[in-house]
């Protein structure tokens, strides 16, 4: 027989939300090893002890947090699908009749005390203590590299420098935000000026002009350090999309590590944008196994003689050419060597001078060459590239890459929608956050210990 449609709703009907959401969703497995217990703690100073009582902040976390894991950008939508979506609501432990907050709530937050408080990194930081402390993540081989996000700015709306900026009282929020960070780093703009990119986006100038797939366009660096054994993300940080940043936000990374895990890894690979000399030095200095392919320019020599014929005299601190003859070290060693990360060494015009293989040699009349101040470290690293575990090590690095391409096409990262550098920071640490609470729900045996540890 054919049934139809009940005309009239029940008065009165049993509902339980619980019911509602299946035992396999993703979000009851989430909600298993997440613990946001520690956030009211967090934010209790943040909050007056008067006056009406705010939005729960732990509320406002479990909804952008559903807004990564699921790629909902827009916190208008957030809104409402949290209000319409079930699951959504049991998550953020809103029942039927629960007021979803307005979406302008999350702007103010982030703009106040969210940001004092840091909270969005306190909640990544949580993920990983959990993780270490449940085993499921190590920090014995780290991999880090650093992926272009495009910024939620036009490429035509730019000036030509940081001095033609709008003052601070006509500017929009992110370039007040930049040129207060300026003044802190330094309050000599016009040097500022020389020494920054040729184009300064208006909307937002922290961004990096950079070159992806033969397009110019503002980007961050989303720069992260992962475990390579699990695949969890252990450090996340924002810089401008630019090559020479990446080592510095690996630094900041491996330091935060440190100090707040009091983790070193073991061994850390990467690819050869973190191969200077500057950067081996500082990771072997802290006992880090470099697995990196070191830069290495000396072979451009316009097809002359390279590095690799003249040899090193560590006693005499001089090159001896092929023909026997010293490259003595030029200039004052600590001043200009420590601006360039170079000690120079030229050979004598007297000894050059009717030398039978000087066209192969050089040019001029004297031959250089130059020797980079870490080069015992260089020489160390490059050593490695022929062992096998520098090989291995190589191919775990691209675990990296797959934590990029998720960011980008699940969590819509592919572009920013935050501006200012803090903007991005904040959006990567969230979208590192949601790839580890992912993560962890697959590594962690459904019936198994899991291990809870309430942040700081
Ligand atoms: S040109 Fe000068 S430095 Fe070069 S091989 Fe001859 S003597 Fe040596």
């Known amino acids: 027989m054919m049934g139809w449609q009940i005309e009239h709703a029940s008065l009165f009907y049993e509902f339980n939300l619980e019911d509602r959401v299946p035992a396999g969703h993703l979000l009851r497995r989430i909600d298993e090893v997440?613990?946001?217990?520690?956030?009211?703690?967090?934010?209790?100073?943040?909050?007056?002890?008067?006056?009406?009582?705010?939005?729960?902040?732990?509320?406002?976390?479990?909804?952008?947090?559903?807004?990564?894991?699921?790629?909902?950008?827009?916190?208008?939508?957030?809104c409402?699908?949290?209000?319409?979506?079930?699951?959504?609501?049991?998550?953020?432990?809103?029942?039927?009749?629960?007021?979803?907050?307005?979406?302008?709530?999350?702007?103010?937050?982030?703009?106040?005390?969210?940001?004092?408080?840091?909270?969005?990194?306190?909640?990544?930081?949580?993920?990983?203590e959990q993780c270490l402390a449940a085993g499921t993540a190590s920090t014995t081989h780290v991999a880090v590299d650093g992926s272009h996000m495009r910024a939620s700015a036009a490429q035509d709306r730019c000036v030509a420098s940081v001095t033609d900026l709008p003052s601070a009282d006509r500017a929009s929020r992110a370039v007040r935000e930049y040129l207060s960070d300026l003044d802190q780093a330094s309050p000599d703009l016009e040097g500022v000026r020389r020494s920054?990119?040729?184009?300064?986006?208006?909307?937002?100038?922290?961004?990096?002009?950079?070159?992806?797939?033969?397009?110019?366009?503002?980007?961050?660096?989303?720069?992260?350090?992962?475990?390579?054994?699990?695949?969890m993300v252990l450090g996340v940080q924002a810089a401008p999309e630019r090559f020479a940043d990446e080592p510095e936000a690996a630094r900041r990374m491996l330091e935060r590590l440190r100090v707040r895990h009091d983790a070193v890894p073991q061994v850390l690979t990467a690819d050869k944008a973190y191969g200077s000399g500057p950067f081996l030095a500082w990771i072997e200095e802290r006992g880090i196994e470099a697995h990196v392919p070191v830069i290495d320019r000396t072979h451009q020599t316009a097809?002359?003689?390279?590095?690799?014929?003249?040899?090193?005299?560590?006693?005499?601190?001089?090159?001896?050419?092929?023909?026997?003859?010293?490259?003595?070290?030029?200039?004052?060693?600590?001043?200009?060597?420590?601006?360039?990360?170079?000690?120079?060494?030229?050979?004598?015009a007297s000894d050059c001078k009717g030398c039978p293989i000087k066209a192969r040699?050089?040019?001029?009349?004297?031959r250089a060459i130059s020797r980079s101040l870490h080069q015992d470290v260089r020489v160390t690293v490059q050593a490695r590239q022929a062992t096998e575990a520098f090989e291995r090590s190589l191919r775990l690095r691209k675990r990296v890459e797959r934590l990029f391409a998720c960011v980008k096409h699940n969590d819509g990262l592919h572009r920013l929608r935050l501006r200012s550098l803090r903007g991005a920071d904040e959006q990567f640490v969230l979208a590192a956050a949601a790839q580890n609470l992912k993560r962890m729900t697959k590594l962690l045996p459904a019936d198994g210990p899991r291990t809870r540890t309430a942040a700081a």
């Open 34 to 78: 997440l613990d946001l217990s520690f956030v009211r703690r967090h934010m209790a100073s943040h909050y007056s002890v008067t006056g009406r009582p705010s939005i729960d902040p732990e509320l406002m976390v479990r909804m952008l947090l559903i807004g990564y894991l699921f790629g909902i950008r827009s916190e208008r939508r957030l």
């Open 80 to 128: 409402e699908e949290v209000d319409l979506n079930l699951a959504y609501r049991w998550f953020c432990r809103l029942d039927l009749a629960g007021k979803v907050p307005d979406h302008s709530t999350f702007t103010k937050n982030r703009h106040g005390r969210f940001r004092e408080s840091d909270l969005m990194r306190t909640v990544f930081e949580m993920t990983v």
């Open 196 to 231: 920054a990119a040729k184009r300064v986006s208006l909307t937002d100038p922290a961004a990096a002009l950079s070159r992806k797939h033969g397009k110019a366009r503002f980007a961050y660096g989303m720069n992260a350090l992962i475990d390579t054994g699990s695949g």
């Open 303 to 348: 097809g002359r003689m390279t590095h690799a014929d003249f040899g090193y005299d560590k006693e005499g601190d001089q090159y001896l050419c092929p023909q026997g003859k010293p490259l003595r070290r030029v200039g004052d060693a600590s001043g200009e060597a420590r601006r360039s990360g170079t000690t120079a060494y030229r050979s004598r």
């Open 361 to 366: 040699c050089t040019t001029s009349s004297t």
